[in-house]
């Protein structure tokens, strides 16, 4: 056991150093923000939608948002990991040619192939965790504990206070004032919440 957790704790000091060597972590946070909001719009797009079409089966919504979610996610991961490959590929080429010599192997290349992954892994996964959460008031509802009705609600709310909480850190992050962000966020679900159920509502 206790060589286990020297492994495991080797494992994450490594990670960590290559996370230095790319300064991958503020890619993620990027990929992140961006996919998470994408998520959390394409979630009350679709649940504001389908309510405002007369839908009443929270199965039916869990389905379409499932569904949402692993688009989104494979969209995500593959389209961050050939671009970030891609980009990653043609900076070690750079070093390559500057320094006369392959690096193939080196710790510089390892943190670039950790660095591909993690923001892969990041981009897909963040629409997907946005989705889930908006979802959650429906797996209520498919389980008797909440009101159709209550759970559009809920889910809506949930969404707008995940895009306001995404816009205050945005706006920390760019050292903006972070109410202003936060509200402007959620301004953009609710504007969104309007026009869909126009849309729905229309058809």
């Known amino acids: 056991m206790p060589n286990t957790l020297k492994a495991v704790r080797e494992k994450i000091g ?4 290559y996370a230095r060597i790319t300064k991958v972590d503020e890619i993620a946070r990027r990929y992140f923000i961006l996919n998470a909001f994408d998520g959390a719009i394409a979630s009350l797009g679709v ?7 007369g839908v009443q089966d929270p199965k039916l919504i869990i389905g379409l948002g499932l569904s949402l979610s692993l688009s989104m996610g494979i969209s995500g991961f593959s389209g961050a990991y ?3 490959k891609a980009e990653r590929a043609r900076m070690l080429k750079e070093v390559e040619e500057a320094l006369f010599t392959k690096i193939e192997g080196s710790i510089l290349a390892r943190a670039s192939s950790f660095a591909v992954f993690w923001v892969a892994l990041v981009d ?7 989705t889930l959460i908006a979802l959650t008031p429906f797996i209520l509802v498919s389980l008797g504990l909440l009101a159709f009705t209550t759970a559009v609600a809920a889910s809506v709310s ?5 895009l306001s909480a995404l816009g205050a850190y945005m706006g920390r992050v760019s050292k903006e004032n972070i109410l202003m962000s936060s509200v402007r966020s959620a301004l953009i679900g ?5 026009l869909c159920m126009m ?3 229309v058809s």
Do not use: H, Q
């Not at 490594?14 to 150093?17: S, V, W």
């Open 158 to 162: 949930l969404i707008i206070a995940l």
């Open 82 to 84: 050939i671009a970030e």
């Open 14 to 17: 490594r990670l960590k150093r």
């Open 47 to 53: 649940i504001i939608g389908a309510y405002s079409s």
């Open 190 to 194: 609710g504007i969104t919440a309007v």
């Open 124 to 130: 897909g996964a963040s629409p997907a965790i946005a």
């Open 199 to 201: 849309v729905g509502g």
